[in-house]
């Protein structure tokens, strides 16, 4: 690969309302790195690109593009590698067949998806459109462990002005319920190799013995797991607790991940959606298949499909009735927690519900206490501690309360988000083995029709990189630092052979806690109650969910994280926060001419990545510029110019100005760098005096519809045309 092909920065294209405001945003960070001799440019990781990238021989030259996600997972290998890392869409299932839609209306001559391939060619296209799916791209970019915590700015202005906070009442009837055994947890085998070896992963029957997967590889010292969920085990938990919940009076939900995990999860998902509408399926099973019905696409695609069968709606519509009430993702459009797999994605959803006190929304419109279902006791303790400290100490205090920074394992694939492609539903009864190219059997599961196995993996270099990386970052803070790690769980007894003795090596053994993570949740909401901080080191699923469940308590949102990715290789990666690519935002630009989407993350990212650039090249002025990014971002907190939620006040564009206008300021003001300071004092100046007439024409536009000239695949004139409606401010930044 020709590194001339790459910027020095890279701000990644991606979805929704992120891409949304980079069409306003990136040309001002452009104009300003310019002026260090700092190039920024784009490579485009977005779902429509992934497939048009995927599928280049199936179009025309003028539609084709690079793969830039392979181009960008190259790169991130490279010591010189500076990338600004945007949310991107993970893709369901739904998600990805309506991206396919959107570009085939566009003339892009894709193939349709094929639900239930039969033919050799449809099974390669499936293939190839399941390699898009899920957490297809950070695997990619992530070749280093995260580095996640609040900004100082972000964590004070917080303190100043705390978030609203549901209350939490001893009497809650809010629970976290999950299958009592049989599960991924229980059933997980785990070990560490001792040299570099291929594997493969085969199922034996009665019918004789098939190949799940050939051609494994791992390194020495991988940690390599394997585990199953039964069919059977989950079906009996789901229907009693539809029948514990209707008890209870309270709202069923079901927590997922089903864009990170596409292949366990929406299969999951399906078993409830079967189970909700179990005397539907046992009366109407064949009708259904008949329709084309996977109840793994959820409850709106299988309303879709028997919207011509009064039969089965009446038979449905009497079997809803005898049915709790569900947690509803819109109570007004009728659209439940089973209708569609994407929606409620638990690191996102249990916190917001934690933070209103343990209430969810009701069909009434209404909020009510909750059944939170989550089948796997992998991680579901994180919540139900969470839930039962809140109970007995009331809610927590955003004005006082401390940090939760966290460490992650996440290079190299890690853990169970690298299990895509070794993660199996099995066809028929047999044993599932993990087999060496010497012939030992390292893994080994007697397994029934509809179980999901799967096995994962985490290599040596990155787990010693983490463990590297939190003794760093304890030695820079001092805080509490404690490994979230179930000396009870197989994979983590692994970890725990590998921690302890690096730890001891280095002589700070004694600056670390070693807990399952029930006990160090309550252990982090002690300390962060007392106004004290802690260092969160964890895997790679619990490092996604806690830097979603501590910022949304302390912050109100994750989306305003500094979240740094160390590159094994030298570079750096730094993510705009967590927060998602918020399609709610979309749909009110859409309809309003409103974006609520809030930059900071952005921001904060910048500043870093700035920074970074200034100590890898030797570039003062680069140094300067991402000093005055943080100036400018505490500038957007300190007066209160970040979007409304409301249409008609200030949105995403707004905070836009004022941040280029903060930047500008702060770049004229100083002192370091004599060229910068002359550069800037006219722009700051124009800025200042236009500020009322810029903000005029920002405000002119919202109150009306907005044409994006597509969703997935947005048209780039219109995009720019909506989000740069200013006039001065663009003359400003040519």
Known sequence: MAE????????????????????????????????????????????????????????????????????????????????IKLPNISASEPQLVAAVKELQAKGYALPDYPYTPETEDEK????????????????????GNSDRRAAVAVKNYAMANPHRMGEWTADSKTEVSSMPGNDFFANETSVTLADATKAKIVLETADGETVLKDGLSYPAGTVVDATFLSAKALDAF????????KEAGTLFSLHLKATMMKVSDPIIFGHAVKAWLAPVFDQYGDKLAELGVNPNGGLGALLERVKGEPEILAAIEAVSADRPDMYMVNSDKGITNLHVSSDVIIDASMPALIR???????????????????????????????????KENGKLNPATAGTVQNLGLMAQKAEEYGSHPTTFEIPADGVVKMVLEDGTVIHQHGVETGDIWRSSSARKAPIEDWVNLAIERQKATGFRAIFWLDADRAHDAELISYVKPLLEAKGVADKFEIMAPREATRASLETITKGENTIAVSGNVLRDYLTDLFPILELATSAKMLSIVKLMNGGGMFETGAGGSAPKHVQQLVEENHLRWDSLGEFCALGESLKFLADAKDNAKARVLGDAVDVATQGILDNNKSPSRKVGEPDNRDSHFYFAKYWAEALAAQSDDADLAAHFAPIASALSEKEAEITAELAAVQGKPADLGGYFATDDAKTETTMRPSATLNAIFG
């Open 356 to 390: 209103a006190g343990g209430k969810g929304w009701g069909p009434d419109n209404k909020e009510h206490d909750t059944n939170c279902v989550i089948p796997d006791n992998c991680y579901a303790p994180i919540y139900e501690e969470t839930i039962k400290f809140f």
């Open 238 to 245: 789901l229907a009693s607790e539809i029948e514990k919940t």
């Open 124 to 143: 390669a296209v499936r293939a190839r459109y399941d390699g898009i799916k899920g957490s297809a791209v950070n695997p990619v970019l992530r070749e």
């Open 4 to 83: 001339s092909n790459f910027p020095d920065i890279v701000y990644t294209k991606v979805d929704e309302a992120p891409q949304l405001a980079s069409a306003s945003l990136l040309p001002i960070i452009q104009a300003f790195a310019g002026t260090a001799g700092v190039t920024v440019g784009t490579k485009d990781i977005s779902l429509a690109g992934r497939i048009i990238a995927v599928f280049a021989d199936y179009l025309s030259d003028d539609q084709k593009q690079a793969d830039d996600l392979a181009l960008l997972g190259e790169w991130v290998k490279k010591p010189e590698a500076n990338v």
